[in-house]
């Protein structure tokens, strides 16, 4: 046997064990979970292969946001122009909601986990809606994980919605004076500080009408990762990233 070739250390190969520290984590992450289709695509399957199989992804960071003690998790699920796409996938989406939301919701329920739907709910189809409804008031006590479902969510149907009742209530007087503070209440978030982190997969590097208003100083991360492959692996990718980044929100750091 030939001698052991040893590297200096600087040529050794990284460690490749991905630490996230447990300080400086988000504390509100929005994801875009988006490439299920190109997914599939990819493999010669039909589209909503790789729709199911970004359910079981949904999971699996689910549950890494629970280990990691991260308190608010957004998903975009479907937003309001997904409705444009063609009706059998549209229904394949709304039936797989469904299901998810019934088969997962005692295990999400055991894992503390807060199931909050976010968007134009009334556009659902009964059932669905039903059942969305049903699972925000079963888990609406818990307090591990945040979940933030953006349904039929869109950014600017959320603004114009703000907007609507800002107009209602000065037809009633009761306006006196307009801050950041009050439209960022009539918004779906209103319980929620702004996401420090939004990930988006699937290569593109757009919000497409994702969290505009509650994005202004978000740190972006673009994966070119597909969603049905994005693991628990590339979530702390992105949380190490985001973990180097200096948030300046406007200001400069006095002390250089
Ligand atoms: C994201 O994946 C899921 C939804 C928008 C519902 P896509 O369906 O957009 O997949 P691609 O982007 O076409 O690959
Ligand atoms: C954004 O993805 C919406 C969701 C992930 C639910 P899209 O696939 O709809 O966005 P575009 O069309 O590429 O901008
Ligand atoms: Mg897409």
């Known amino acids: 046997m030939g001698k052991k070739l040893v590297l200096p250390w600087w040529g050794r190969k990284k460690n490749t064990e991905l630490e996230v520290s447990p300080k400086g984590l988000p504390h509100?992450?929005?994801?875009?979970?988006?490439?299920?289709?190109?997914?599939?695509?990819?493999?010669?399957?039909?589209?909503?292969?790789?729709h199911r199989q970004g359910a079981e992804a949904l999971r699996e960071i689910?549950?890494?946001?629970?280990?990691?003690?991260?308190?608010?998790?957004?998903?975009?699920?479907?937003?309001?122009?997904?409705?444009?796409?063609?009706?059998?996938e549209v229904d394949f989406l709304m039936e797989l909601l469904l299901e998810v939301l019934t088969d997962e919701?005692?295990?999400?329920?055991?894992?503390?986990?807060?199931?909050?739907?976010?968007?134009q709910l009334g556009d659902l189809p009964k059932p669905v809606r039903d059942q969305v409804e049903y699972a925000a008031t079963l888990t609406a006590s818990n307090e591990n994980l945040k979940l933030n479902m953006a349904i039929s969510?869109?950014?600017?149907?959320?603004?114009?919605?703000?907007?609507?009742?800002?107009?209602?209530?000065?037809?009633?007087?009761?306006?006196t004076q307009v801050t950041?503070?009050?439209?960022?209440?009539?918004?779906?978030?209103?319980?929620?500080?702004?996401?420090?982190?939004?990930?988006?997969?699937?290569?593109?590097?757009?919000?497409?009408?994702?969290?505009?208003w509650q994005s202004a100083y978000s740190e972006l991360y673009f994966s070119d990762v597909m969603w049905p492959d994005f693991t628990k692996e590339e979530f702390q990718k992105a949380l190490v990233d985001y973990q180097k980044r200096e948030r300046r929100f406007g200001?400069?750091?006095?002390?250089?």
């Open 105 to 119: 919701l005692e295990t999400l329920h055991g894992e503390g986990v807060r199931i909050v739907p976010i968007g």
């Open 153 to 175: 969510y869109g950014s600017r149907q959320e603004i114009l919605k703000a907007v609507e009742s800002l107009i209602d209530m000065a037809v009633r007087g009761e306006l």
């Open 28 to 50: 509100h992450v929005g994801i875009i979970m988006d490439g299920n289709g190109r997914w599939a695509t990819a493999r010669g399957l039909p589209r909503v292969v790789g």
């Open 62 to 88: 689910v549950r890494e946001c629970g280990r990691l003690a991260i308190p608010i998790l957004t998903v975009y699920a479907f937003s309001t122009e997904n409705w444009q796409r063609p009706q059998a």
């Open 180 to 212: 950041e503070m009050t439209i960022a209440k009539l918004l779906y978030t209103a319980e929620d500080p702004d996401p420090d982190l939004i990930i988006r997969t699937g290569g593109e590097r757009r919000l497409s009408n994702f969290l505009l």
């Open 251 to 256: 200001k400069i750091d006095e002390n250089e």
